[in-house]
């Protein structure tokens, strides 16, 4: 599999910084790396994704189906009289991973986000069989909040390869341990923690963002 979806517990839980991470990291290592946000509400991520990287890609490359208000996509789509067309979506991804050497694709919201009213991210991951990282912010209730996505992985058969620890504020190494221990959440979900992110004070520092994605494990994912 040429593609990886970077999926998280909810909003804010650092999906673009990790995907921003291993672009950073893989665009040495993959000689025609792509880049994909399937689907965005309001402005954010394909726009920082264009002026971060030179994939030469377009923004309909990065982002197949766009809306202005930065709500749920049913909701978004609604709300400007449109309808959600994954097959636009589905074509797009196909086509890049034809072209590129591999592809990050970074998903909308959390795993049981709505993707339309009758499908959500856990969904569209299990059907277009999209290996999965999710994304676990390092905070109180943390540790639920992953056993209850991994359940849901496993419901939808989402093939997850490893949760990624993200601290949205800094933290130090006593407070990444208390609020999210690597070896209970492992014990508690039967997925690899493939290790821990810290705070980005400049989200845009590719350098330091390679190196963190350096410092993963990310041969657990298997991914070549």
Known sequence: MNALLVTGTDT?????????????????????????????????????????????????????????????????????????????????????????????????????????????VADLAAEWRLPTVLVVPVRLGAIAAAVANVALARQTRVLLKGIVLNCTQARSPQEIEDLTPPELIQSLTNIPVLGCLPFFADPTDLEKLAQAAAALDLDLIKMT
């Open 12 to 120: 804010e839980a650092g999906k673009t910084v990790l995907t921003t991470a291993l672009a950073a990291y893989w665009r040495n290592r993959f000689r025609n790396l792509g880049i994909m946000k399937p689907i965005q509400s309001g402005v954010g991520d394909r726009e920082l994704y264009s002026q971060l990287f030179s994939f030469n890609q377009s923004i309909a490359e990065i982002t197949p189906l766009y809306f202005e208000a930065p709500l749920a996509p049913p909701i978004a789509a609604a709300k400007e009289n449109r309808d959600i067309d994954l097959a636009i979506v589905w074509r797009t991804l196909q086509q890049l991973r034809a072209s590129r050497d591999f592809v990050l694709v970074e998903a909308l919201g959390g795993l049981g986000s709505p993707v339309t009213s009758e499908f959500t």
